[in-house]
């Protein structure tokens, strides 16, 4: 565009010559004559009485310079790639109609074909060539316009973090506004139909409140199978939720994560600016705990799109369009399981310990998210913090008391002991490694006494002033019952004792002053 105004005013008002235009401006002087013919062309029409569209010739005289590569041959096509492209082309429709979609040839990997096969070819011809072959064309979307309290999305992402020093995995389920953007995260062991469950329900209950339509893509937790090519059936644990709090659903299509494209967008940003710079925690509840402060930060941040509004102040005009809510939602299930001969029940292969009194019954389980609560005939018998790894044995060693009085040999070497807290075992190890059925004793003595680890150890440390090298279960209880501060152990030999004793009674046949010595002698 420069070259050509420089040409037409060199031209045109300096009155230079085409030869010494096109030597001095670097252009060959066919270009520089079919500018200024053109312009002269336009010039003469626009100033003709003739009729002429104006702004036609107006635009055409200002417009920038533009080549004709219609008719450009291409260099690189040949009809060999052409066939061999359409070889590829027509193998992937057939493997599509094998249910074999995933195993089709993309562009890359027909790029790499070719140049096997010795051709010099690269990747944007290949591209357009595919593009121009399969009739590929840009897809064309509808801006969509939301009503408070009407839509809200959801989906999953995969999150890495470290917890007490492990790499773990976790589910992070993400739900977001369609209205203002309202972000709400957690995240979760596994994406299962009680994660699923507990998700919602913990997002309705923050919320205070449950948007009328849930939009989901085609998950397992949510789709439970195809019907034709685009209905779907829900699966069970959607249409519990669905009847509960009164909300509806819908499906995205195949492979069109547009059709929810808010939550799309949240997965990546919610997940980016959580654990990008902080992915190592205590625990999973402290790794929640910080999900929900990014996300608060997140929602108050001013919005480009909505006026800068943030979505805070979007989602209190949309509080008032939401749906009642209910009491949480019972996100679990039930199970009956039998007792085996270690005392314990199976779920999701882990086992987990119950009353030893429960062995070859029959009790039902109340399997969470992130906890088991078990049950004899209605009566509560035992909780469990649920496993969410493979086979791993979860023993309390409070469950088999009575059968380990009867064993006391079988201590040491159990996955009771070596699951119990640190302090238990430092206890055993210290004072009761040959007295095991002394230690069970204790164990047994504060359950029945509800007594805490650290009231004994508070205990210990008074006896160890006293007599270091003579703990026992006896003299813990001692020190409990009497409620003293200090107790104080005699220190004398069994013969003083004898002779303590005698003498007390002696005192008290004297007529006179009650104090004799151990020599005989009167004080």
Same mark, same amino acid.
């Given at each position: 565009?420069?070259?050509?105004?420089?040409?037409?005013?060199?031209?045109?008002?300096?009155?230079?010559?085409?030869?010494?235009?096109?030597?001095?401006?670097?252009?060959?002087?066919?270009?520089? @004559?079919?500018?200024?013919?053109?312009?002269?062309?336009?010039?003469?029409?626009?100033?003709?009485?003739?009729?002429?569209?104006?702004?036609?010739?107006?635009?055409?005289?200002?417009?920038?310079? &533009? !080549?004709?590569?219609?008719?450009?041959? &291409?260099?690189?096509?040949?009809?060999?790639?052409?066939?061999?492209?359409?070889?590829?082309?027509?193998?992937?429709?057939?493997?599509?109609?094998?249910?074999?979609?995933?195993?089709?040839?993309?562009?890359?990997?027909?790029?790499?074909?070719?140049?096997?096969?010795?051709?010099?070819?690269?990747?944007?011809?290949? $591209?357009?060539?595919?593009?121009?072959?399969?009739?590929?064309?840009?897809?064309?979307?509808?801006?969509?316009?939301?009503?408070?309290?009407?839509?809200?999305?959801?989906?999953?992402?995969?999150?890495?973090?470290?917890?007490?020093?492990?790499?773990?995995?976790?589910?992070?389920?993400? *739900?977001?506004?369609?209205?203002?953007?309202?972000?709400?995260?957690?995240?979760?062991?596994?994406?299962?139909?009680?994660?699923?469950?507990?998700?919602?329900?913990?997002?309705?209950?923050?919320?205070?409140?449950?948007?009328?339509?849930?939009?989901?893509?085609?998950?397992?937790?949510?789709?439970?199978?195809?019907?034709?090519?685009?209905?779907?059936?829900?699966?069970?644990?959607?249409?519990?939720?669905?009847?509960?709090?009164?909300?509806?659903?819908?499906?995205?299509?195949?492979?069109?994560?547009?059709?929810?494209?808010?939550?799309?967008?949240?997965?990546?940003?919610?997940? @980016?600016?959580?654990?990008?710079?902080?992915?190592?925690?205590?625990?999973?509840?402290?790794?929640?705990?910080?999900?929900?402060?990014? $996300?608060?930060?997140?929602?108050?941040?001013?919005?480009?799109?909505?006026?800068?509004?943030?979505?805070?102040?979007?989602?209190?005009?949309?509080?008032?369009?939401?749906?009642?809510?209910?009491?949480? *939602?019972?996100?679990?299930?039930?199970?009956?399981? @039998?007792?085996?001969?270690?005392?314990?029940?199976?779920?999701?292969?882990?086992?987990?310990?119950?009353?030893?009194? !429960?062995?070859?019954?029959?009790?039902?389980?109340?399997?969470?998210?992130?906890?088991?609560?078990?049950?004899?005939?209605?009566?509560?018998?035992?909780?469990?913090?649920?496993?969410?790894?493979?086979?791993?044995?979860?023993?309390?060693?409070?469950?088999?008391?009575?059968?380990?009085? @009867?064993?006391?040999?079988?201590?040491?070497?159990?996955?009771?002991?070596?699951?119990?807290?640190?302090?238990?075992?430092?206890?055993?190890?210290?004072?009761?490694?040959?007295?095991?059925?002394?230690?069970?004793?204790?164990?047994?003595?504060?359950?029945?006494?509800?007594?805490?680890?650290?009231?004994?150890?508070?205990?210990?440390?008074?006896?160890?002033?006293?007599?270091?090298?003579?703990?026992?279960?006896?003299?813990?209880?001692?020190?409990?019952?009497?409620?003293?501060?200090?107790?104080?152990?005699?220190?004398?030999?069994?013969?003083?004792?004898?002779?303590?004793?005698?003498?007390?009674?002696?005192?008290?046949?004297?007529?006179?002053?009650?104090?004799?010595?151990?020599?005989?002698?009167?004080?």
């Amino acid at each position: 565009m420069h070259k050509k105004q420089e040409i037409i005013i060199r031209n045109f008002h300096d009155g230079e010559s085409k030869s010494r235009i096109a030597r001095e401006v670097g252009v060959c002087r066919k270009t520089v @004559r079919n500018y200024i013919s053109a312009y002269s062309e336009e010039k003469k029409k626009l100033q003709s009485n003739e009729k002429f569209n104006e702004k036609e010739l107006i635009e055409e005289i200002v417009k920038a310079p &533009k !080549y004709n590569c219609s008719n450009r041959k &291409k260099k690189k096509i040949t009809d060999e790639i052409v066939r061999s492209v359409k070889d590829c082309l027509a193998e992937n429709r057939k493997k599509k109609s094998r249910g074999q979609h995933k195993q089709q040839m993309k562009k890359i990997d027909i790029l790499e074909h070719l140049r096997e096969q010795g051709f010099d070819i690269g990747y944007t011809s290949i $591209c357009g060539l595919v593009n121009s072959l399969e009739n590929i064309h840009s897809e064309t979307y509808i801006k969509q316009k939301y009503s408070p309290g009407e839509i809200c999305e959801f989906d999953w992402a995969e999150v890495k973090i470290f917890i007490a020093g492990k790499l773990r995995t976790f589910q992070q389920a993400v *739900f977001t506004s369609a209205y203002g953007n309202y972000r709400y995260s957690y995240l979760f062991p596994k994406q299962n139909t009680q994660c699923f469950q507990e998700a919602h329900a913990l997002f309705f209950e923050h919320l205070g409140g449950v948007f009328r339509t849930i939009v989901y893509d085609n998950m397992k937790v949510a789709v439970r199978k195809f019907v034709g090519k685009y209905e779907k059936e829900a699966t069970r644990g959607l249409l519990q939720l669905s009847m509960y709090y009164n909300f509806d659903f819908r499906f995205c299509n195949i492979r069109a994560g547009n059709e929810k494209g808010h939550v799309e967008r949240s997965v990546e940003y919610v997940r @980016r600016k959580a654990f990008s710079r902080k992915d190592n925690f205590s625990s999973l509840e402290e790794a929640n705990e910080h999900l929900l402060s990014v $996300c608060e930060v997140l929602n108050r941040k001013p919005q480009k799109g909505n006026k800068e509004q943030s979505a805070i102040e979007l989602f209190e005009i949309e509080k008032e369009y939401l749906l009642p809510v209910f009491q949480k *939602f019972e996100c679990a299930r039930l199970a009956d399981l @039998r007792v085996d001969k270690y005392g314990t029940i199976i779920v999701d292969s882990c086992h987990y310990s119950v009353p030893e009194n !429960y062995t070859g019954k029959i009790i039902t389980a109340k399997i969470y998210s992130s906890e088991i609560i078990c049950f004899f005939e209605d009566e509560k018998i035992c909780i469990h913090k649920k496993s969410h790894r493979f086979g791993e044995w979860i023993i309390k060693i409070e469950h088999y008391l009575q059968t380990l009085k @009867r064993k006391p040999g079988a201590v040491r070497s159990s996955v009771a002991f070596s699951q119990m807290k640190e302090g238990f075992q430092n206890i055993y190890r210290k004072y009761f490694s040959s007295k095991s059925r002394d230690f069970i004793e204790l164990l047994i003595y504060m359950k029945e006494n509800n007594l805490s680890l650290q009231e004994v150890q508070t205990i210990i440390f008074k006896l160890e002033k006293l007599c270091p090298s003579s703990i026992s279960t006896v003299k813990i209880k001692t020190i409990i019952e009497r409620n003293e501060e200090e107790y104080t152990f005699p220190k004398t030999s069994g013969i003083e004792k004898i002779s303590m004793r005698q003498l007390s009674d002696l005192n008290q046949l004297m007529p006179h002053k009650n104090n004799l010595t151990a020599s005989g002698g009167i004080l």
